[in-house]
């Protein structure tokens, strides 16, 4: 009796311990790598930095064409520019991207003097150009080989505008109340009686949310190459555009300077759009 008391009491033990342990299973996610271990895909807690290669395949196509206005590579719409991402998960991302365009070209022309018999001046037509785009998101990812395809949701906002200012060599007075200048549409001389001194274009502004798909390739280590496409609804807000001119009032023997604001009818003030969005793109991306 003795002898089954103490088995019993053995087994209670036994159960007693068996009971208070808990197993904890854990499946872990197999990782891709190359042949050297080196994981391929984004993980949680990487940054990513990517750009735009859709100008640079832009300006390489034309260099095989006939056309010789070939312009150097511009970074445009929401999807352009310099793109950052940070992977909260192995398949979920915030993203960001900023785009700036800004420049300024000039050009010359050397009209005759109107105070230095043989000699010319100079005159000079400057266009400064600006534009800068943000956006802000966040991406989930779907696939497990090389070939990983995203979708998700970004606001994003634009803006733009540009101007054109003039200076002159041949200044306005009583004795030459048309001084020659320089036409830079038609590249010739002419004597006019009032001549622009400053354009000033209609400002745009944008921002609106976009959905977005993608598809990216990985082929290399934390290094890949991918496409995007998105539709969304915008505001978009045209301003006015500006135009500034000089010409000599002889009545007063000075110089008057004109400004004549203008919006062009054809274009709305503002309005609600829903369209396919500029994020139409391609780009290189680097993981770390």
Do not use: C
């Not at 802000?136 to 779907?142: K, L, N, Q, S, V």
């Not at 803006?159 to 048309?178: D, H, I, L, M």
């Not at 609804?233 to 023997?253: K, P």
């Amino acid at each position: 009796m003795k002898k089954l008391l103490i088995s019993i009491a053995a087994i209670i033990g036994m159960a007693a311990t068996v009971s208070a342990q808990t197993l904890i299973v854990v499946e872990e996610k197999p990782v891709l790598t190359n042949r050297r271990g080196v994981p391929i895909l984004p993980q949680a807690g990487d940054i990513s930095v990517g750009a735009s290669m859709t100008p640079f395949f832009t300006y390489f196509g034309n260099m095989f064409t006939r056309n010789g206005d070939n312009e150097a590579p511009m970074f445009t719409g929401n999807g352009a520019g310099i793109n950052m991402k940070f992977f909260t998960t192995d398949r979920q991302a915030i993203r960001a991207g900023v785009t700036v365009n800004m420049g300024s070209d000039y050009f010359y022309g050397y009209p005759g003097s109107n105070t230095a018999a043989g000699a010319k001046v100079t005159d000079q037509m400057i266009k400064d150009n600006l534009s800068i785009g943000i956006n802000i998101g966040y991406e989930w990812r779907r696939g497990t080989g090389r070939l990983q395809g995203f979708y998700g949701a970004q606001l994003a906002a634009t803006y733009s505008k540009s101007e054109v200012n003039y200076k002159y060599g041949n200044a306005f007075s009583a004795s030459n109340p048309t001084p020659n200048t320089w036409n830079f549409d038609t590249n010739t001389a002419e004597a006019v009686a009032e001549r622009p001194t400053r354009t000033i274009g209609a400002p745009t502004f944008s921002v609106g949310v976009f959905g977005f798909v993608g598809v990216e390739y990985f082929f290399a280590p934390k290094m890949s190459i991918g496409g995007e496409l998105g539709l969304g609804v915008s505001y978009v807000n045209h301003g006015e555009s500006e135009y500034r001119s000089q010409s000599f009032d002889t009545a007063t023997n000075t110089v008057r300077d004109n400004v004549v604001k203008h919006h062009d009818p054809s274009v709305r003030t503002n309005g609600l759009n829903i369209r396919t969005a500029t994020t139409g793109n391609i780009f290189l991306s680097f993981y770390f």
